[in-house]
């Protein structure tokens, strides 16, 4: 895994062991980053369920302000600190280790409001609806707040999701990604 545009550009990811982290293939994250591209520019990244890091560290090489890292296993944050310091980039970042089955999002980070969102849980437990309709996320999210959610083809989120709309979706083999905007009229309490 290697970063692949900006002031990162080639700079090779720590390289993982292990089933618990199944990172975002190069040529998916490739394509996801040029789409989005526009959107990256002095964005604050929010990167749930981490895994490496990969997204948010790319985002920060291709110019976003910060980003913060969250994961529930200690070896992935281990991971991400080593592949944020290899990119020389580590003043613009957040790592924590948080349990999202017993918050959504951590307590240290409800006042943040972030442009840009990568979800990747893990496939089939659900994680990805429960996330998209947590007020406390939609809360931390900024006017047009861009996801990214990568989830398997069978985990299906094109009904309805209040406050969201499903603008693109692209499918790469068994790997789905939503491309989603908070929509104007949601009103957050």
């Given at each position: 895994?290697?970063?692949?545009?900006?002031?990162?550009?080639?700079?090779?990811?720590?390289?993982?062991?292990?089933?618990?982290?199944?990172?975002?293939?190069?040529?998916?994250?490739?394509?996801?980053?040029?789409?989005?591209?526009?959107?990256?520019?002095?964005?604050?990244?929010?990167?749930?369920?981490?895994?490496?890091?990969?997204?948010?560290?790319?985002?920060?090489?291709?110019?976003?302000?910060?980003?913060?890292?969250?994961?529930?296993?200690?070896?992935?944050?281990?991971?991400?600190?080593?592949?944020?310091?290899?990119?020389?980039?580590?003043?613009?970042?957040?790592?924590?280790?948080?349990?999202?089955?017993?918050?959504?999002?951590?307590?240290?980070?409800?006042?943040?409001?972030?442009?840009?969102?990568?979800?990747?849980?893990?496939?089939?437990?659900?994680?990805?609806?429960?996330?998209?309709?947590?007020?406390?996320?939609?809360?931390?999210?900024?006017?047009?707040?861009?996801?990214?959610?990568?989830?398997?083809?069978?985990?299906?989120?094109?009904?309805?999701?209040?406050?969201?709309?499903?603008?693109?979706?692209?499918?790469?083999?068994?790997?789905l990604i939503s491309f989603l905007t908070k929509t104007i009229s949601m009103k957050v309490l």
């Open positions: 895994m290697r970063i692949i545009r900006g002031s990162c550009k080639g700079r090779k990811l720590v390289p993982f062991s292990g089933k618990n982290i199944r990172p975002t293939t190069d040529r998916v994250r490739e394509a996801v980053f040029n789409i989005i591209e526009p959107g990256i520019k002095k964005a604050h990244v929010l990167d749930l369920f981490a895994g490496t890091g990969a997204n948010g560290i790319e985002a920060l090489s291709r110019g976003a302000e910060n980003a913060v890292f969250i994961d529930i296993s200690d070896k992935s944050c281990a991971l991400i600190k080593k592949n944020i310091q290899v990119c020389k980039i580590k003043k613009n970042t957040l790592i924590f280790c948080h349990n999202i089955n017993k918050s959504i999002i951590p307590e240290y980070i409800k006042n943040r409001k972030f442009d840009l969102v990568f979800i990747d849980p893990p496939y089939g437990t659900g994680f990805l609806k429960k996330i998209l309709k947590d007020l406390c996320f939609i809360k931390i999210l900024k006017h047009n707040a861009l996801i990214i959610a990568e989830h398997s083809i069978k985990e299906d989120i094109s009904g309805k999701m209040p406050g969201f709309d499903i603008y693109d979706q692209r499918k790469y083999g068994k790997t």
